[in-house]
């Protein structure tokens, strides 16, 4: 079992549609990122949390500690949003090192 | 602000062939500096890290190996590519938990 897995895998959505994208993990972390793969490979970062709730435009991230869980939602989706979202966690066991998922693969259609 | 420079861009190597890729970062000193490699179909995997000048670990074993020549300068290396080296490599930096990524270098090895 991967130490942090994403679901879904795939997801298409309707232009203007409410997305949610689920991340469990099962180490202890510090932190976790989500981040944004470009169809050209270039990544950003899109978050860093360790507790409750970020809002970035029409991004939202949120976490669950205890339940270790992350979500990351994409309120009025656009084409632009397009990409793959991956989500990263810290492993305190690890010296901090991030621990990706595999990604989950975001479609937004016109 | 900081920038993180990685070429080249795309590189296609034949099998057997030596490999070099560069990472350069700007406007930050002492950054954690990473390489991560993407197969395709797969997560990010961790390759190495380096905390400073000289200063290296290995995460995975594997043919390729890294230095830090520099402080801003990281570099990605292997005597003999094998067809599964193939993959988007990487570079990212870091600093107070938060990483930010290079625009990665495709390398097809054929």
């Known amino acids: 079992k991967n130490e942090v897995e994403q679901s879904p895998q795939n997801l298409t959505a309707q232009e203007g549609e409410f997305i949610t994208i689920n991340c469990s993990y099962s180490v202890g972390i510090s932190a976790l990122h989500w981040l944004q793969q470009h169809p050209g490979g270039g990544i950003v970062s899109l978050f860093m949390?360790?507790?409750g709730k970020k809002k970035h435009g029409r991004l939202i991230a949120t976490i669950n500690i205890q339940e270790k869980h992350s979500s990351l939602h994409i309120t009025a989706s656009h084409p632009r949003d397009s990409a793959v979202y991956i989500c990263a966690v810290r492993d305190r066991a690890a010296g901090n090192k991030l621990t990706f998922g595999g990604g989950t693969r975001v479609l937004v259609k016109p | 602000s900081q920038t993180i420079h990685q070429w080249p861009a795309t590189l296609v190597q034949p099998v057997g062939s030596p490999l070099s890729l560069e990472c350069t970062v700007e406007?930050?000193?002492?950054?954690?500096l990473y390489w991560y490699r993407q197969a395709a179909g797969r997560g990010l995997q961790l390759l190495f890290y380096s905390v400073g000048i000289g200063q290296i670990s290995s995460e995975v074993p594997q043919n390729l190996s890294a230095s830090r020549p520099q402080d801003r300068q990281f570099i990605l290396s292997s005597k003999k590519l094998l067809l599964s080296d193939s993959g988007f490599y990487l570079c990212?930096?870091?600093?107070?938990?938060?990483?930010?990524f290079g625009p990665g270098t495709r390398l097809t090895v054929t």
């Open positions: 949390l360790s507790s």
């Open positions: 406007g930050t000193s002492n950054p954690n």
């Open positions: 990212a930096w870091g600093q107070g938990g938060e990483q930010y």
